[in-house]
């Protein structure tokens, strides 16, 4: 596989790992979808939310861990903890399945959705966690336009699960309120997390052991 989609296909799939799950923005982006209320103005505000934030970790994180070799370690072994701990929680998830649920209520007006859909967005720690921090750093595995590829590939994992939400809530409400459903995505989220945690290994092994 070609360098360039080898780095996009690897922000992707983390991209779509760490967004797919049961949420307070998930739930929201799922309800108004449910109730038409605003789409595509939300789903595009949560998307551009995503990759403004997902720019900031691989230009700013990501060149700053890139120019030393201890962080690029510290990071690269860390970050294989992290995903190794997120893929077992996923596992265990998919044991205890949640459901989303979205009722069917009036929906708001586009200055109350829009505010709320920020605060969802802005308000929640983990959106940093997961795309400056997490995102940004693992970005220092790749230099130039292979970084770049990384992080439009999380980006368009964005933008393809926030608009699919979006506007296929209609069809994924009856089948994300079953638990067997999140129980199989919970568990492919796993697996996702877990060959990305080896990969982070296996690189760290060659680059800094052999």
């Known amino acids: 596989m070609?360098?360039?989609?080898?780095?996009?296909?690897?922000?992707?799939?983390?991209?779509?790992?760490?967004?797919?799950?049961?949420?307070a923005q998930n739930a929201f982006i799922l309800r108004q979808g449910l109730i038409r209320?605003?789409?595509?103005?939300?789903?595009?505000?949560?998307?551009?939310?995503?990759?403004?934030?997902?720019?900031?970790?691989?230009?700013?994180?990501g060149t700053l861990v890139s120019q030393s070799p201890i962080l690029i370690a510290v990071v690269t072994l860390?970050?294989?903890?992290?995903?190794?701990c997120y893929g077992f929680l996923a596992f265990r998830?998919?044991?205890?399945?949640?459901?989303?649920?979205?009722?069917?209520?009036?929906?708001?007006?586009?200055?109350?959705?829009?505010?709320?859909?920020?605060?969802?967005?802005?308000?929640?720690?983990?959106?940093?966690?997961d795309t400056v921090v997490l995102l940004g750093s693992l970005s220092a595995a790749?230099?130039?336009s292979a970084r770049v590829a990384y992080g439009a590939g999380a980006v368009v994992a964005s933008f393809v699960w926030f608009f699919a939400l979006g506007y296929g809530a209609r069809y994924l409400a009856p089948l994300f309120a079953r638990p067997s459903a999140w129980r199989v995505l919970d568990a492919i989220i796993g697996v996702v997390m877990s060959l990305l945690a080896l990969?982070?290994?296996?690189?760290?092994?060659?680059q800094f052991v052999l």
Do not use: W
Request: glycine share 12%.
């Open 2 to 23: 070609p360098p360039l989609m080898s780095a996009s296909l690897a922000g992707f799939l983390l991209g779509g790992s760490l967004i797919v799950a049961i949420g």
């Open 37 to 61: 209320n605003h789409v595509f103005l939300l789903c595009l505000i949560c998307a551009l939310s995503d990759a403004l934030l997902i720019a900031a970790g691989v230009a700013g994180l």
């Open 78 to 84: 860390g970050g294989a903890l992290f995903l190794a």
């Open 93 to 129: 998830r998919a044991l205890k399945p949640g459901v989303m649920q979205a009722d069917n209520s009036r929906g708001l007006g586009l200055r109350a959705a829009v505010m709320t859909c920020l605060a969802f967005t802005f308000l929640n720690p983990h959106v940093y966690l």
């Open 142 to 144: 790749y230099e130039g």
């Open 199 to 206: 990969s982070l290994l296996v690189r760290f092994v060659k």
